[in-house]
């Protein structure tokens, strides 16, 4: 079985992308093309010089480098530009449902408006829905080095636009910044309607996983890997069927682990964990949904069954309704058994 045979299995799989920051699909090209027309200098000089950094030990350098690019985001049309670059990809990948995170302190603290902000994502999210046939959710993110009352601002900010967003997650720097922190908020947010989801069990320990089912009661863990590290807490995933979202490339490159044999992908599927593969930042970590696929598959010489596995868990993870999940879990199976019975 080649790496052709797997590789073609999983672009033409159906799949789902459940943990996307927008802002981490900003590619070097767009990037230099924004800041020119915008009139903003980037510090490297060329596309090449600017992927040289892109060189990561630990989340916090990959954030302070995130967030300098997404310095160059100013009008409604760069979000807009940012957000249909990735759909397109998407469609290449035959990513057919994706559910985006974007962070809205990282631009009103620069003095660009939310409205600016998320009118430019929604209206390329339409596009895509209409164009290219790619079904979509928004989930706003609170930046965790922030403080609580800073994430209430945003969450007022939020509420106007409740019928485009499906949830919010906390993202951005783990360690030190428990989920304990955003309690309030969180209780605020889900008093209001939204789904909650976060980051937990990155670079943070499992206890951090504990505390975003406990005290912040979310629908899904981003990440999550560090759960292995505690078997109650795996059960505790297992029973109640909270997923988890994994992110390979982004853990390979964060140095979450040292290689991608380590990553506890078939630990999580063998306890029965719902566990799907996502993408995370794919123009800082080398490789879209596919590519993540891919780079897991070889290292951990999944199977196409447990393949196909990982892009069911991701319509059964998402937030779409039931009855598009089992229609999107019914074409997955019937593409596995079509390949299946071809070879
Ligand atoms: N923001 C963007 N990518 C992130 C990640 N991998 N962890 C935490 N915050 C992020
Ligand atoms: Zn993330």
């Excluded at 510090?43 to 950094?53: A, G, I, P, R």
């Excluded at 930042?281 to 897991?296: I, K, Q």
Aim: with cysteine.
């Amino acid at each position: 079985m080649g790496n052709k045979s797997i590789s073609n299995f999983i672009n033409k799989l159906p799949k789902a992308e459940l943990h996307l920051h927008i802002e981490g699909t900003f590619e070097p090209g767009l990037m230099f093309k924004i800041a020119q027309r915008n009139g903003i200098k980037i510090k490297y000089n060329s596309v090449e010089e600017l992927k040289k950094v892109y060189n990561f030990s630990k989340l916090q350098e990959f954030l302070d480098i995130y967030y300098a690019g997404a310095e160059v985001l100013i009008y409604e049309q760069d979000f807009y530009d940012l957000t249909w670059a990735y759909l397109l990809k998407a469609k290449e990948q035959n990513i057919v449902h994706t559910e985006i995170f974007f962070d809205p302190q990282t631009h009103t603290h620069r003095g660009i408006k939310f409205s600016t902000v998320i009118n430019g994502i929604k209206k390329a999210l339409d596009t895509g829905k209409e164009k290219l046939g790619i079904t979509s959710e928004i989930i706003v993110c609170f930046l965790r080095h922030l403080d609580e009352v800073d994430a209430i601002k945003t969450f007022h900010q939020i509420l106007p636009y409740k019928k485009w967003i499906v949830g919010v997650g906390l993202d951005s720097s783990e360690v030190g910044h428990p989920p304990a922190k955003f309690q309030k908020v969180f209780e605020m947010v889900r008093k209001e309607g939204f789904l909650t989801v976060a980051h937990a069990g990155e670079e943070g320990p499992a206890e951090y996983v504990w505390d975003a089912l406990r005290l912040l009661k979310v629908s899904r863990v981003d990440h999550g890997i560090r759960s292995v590290e505690d078997e109650k807490l795996l059960d505790e995933l297992a029973t109640t069927k909270i997923p988890l979202t994994v992110c390979p490339l982004s853990n390979l490159k964060l140095q979450v682990v040292k290689n991608m044999k380590d990553l506890p992908l078939r630990t999580l599927l063998q306890k029965g964990i719902l566990a799907s593969i996502n993408s995370d930042d794919p123009a800082y970590f080398g490789g879209y949904l596919n590519e993540n696929y891919l780079a897991v598959a070889e290292a951990l010489k999944l199977t196409k069954q447990e393949i196909a596995q990982l892009a069911e868990n991701s319509f059964k993870a998402s937030f779409l309704d039931e009855e598009v999940k089992t229609r999107w879990i019914k074409k997955v199976d019937s593409y596995y058994e079509k390949i299946i019975q071809v070879k």
